[in-house]
Nanobody, 116 residues
Framework: QLQLVESGGGLVQPGGSLRLSCTAS????????IGWFRQAPGKEREGVVC????????RIAESVKGRFSFSRDNAKNTVFLEMNSLKPEDTAVYYC?????????WGQGTQVTVSS
């Protein structure tokens, strides 16, 4: 099966950190452009961090600049979203997306809740 599986979400206090992971099976992530998106209930989905396959073109939402970062571990076929200095407004379901040509894969999403 061709799948993306996300993990790492949970409940954290404001100012805390989480590392989200997205692991692919059935295909090699290093050949795909990657995007991390998030969606809060009743809100539109927004891009958080998006990067092309060669890491030559990166898009980072202004609201997370300086706090979130992206990385790859090709040996583990996994990409990460490091989230620091979390704020309540970061609360959302976070999704990993992989695109290559006509292929377009989404993970199931992982809930991130930032609350005291």
């Amino acid at each position: 099966q061709l799948q993306l599986v996300e993990s790492g979400g949970g409940l954290v206090q404001p100012g805390g950190s989480l590392r989200l992971s997205c692991t692919a099976s059935g295909f090699s992530l290093d050949r795909y452009a990657i995007g991390w998106f998030r969606q809060a209930p009743g809100k539109e989905r927004e891009g958080v961090v998006c990067i092309n396959n060669s890491d030559t073109d990166t898009r980072i939402a202004e609201s997370v600049k300086g706090r979130f970062s992206f990385s790859r571990d090709n040996a583990k076929n996994t990409v990460f979203l490091e989230m620091n200095s979390l704020k309540p407004e970061d609360t959302a379901v976070y999704y990993c997306n992989a695109k290559r040509g006509l292929a377009n894969f989404w993970g199931q999403g992982t809930q991130v809740t930032v609350s005291s």
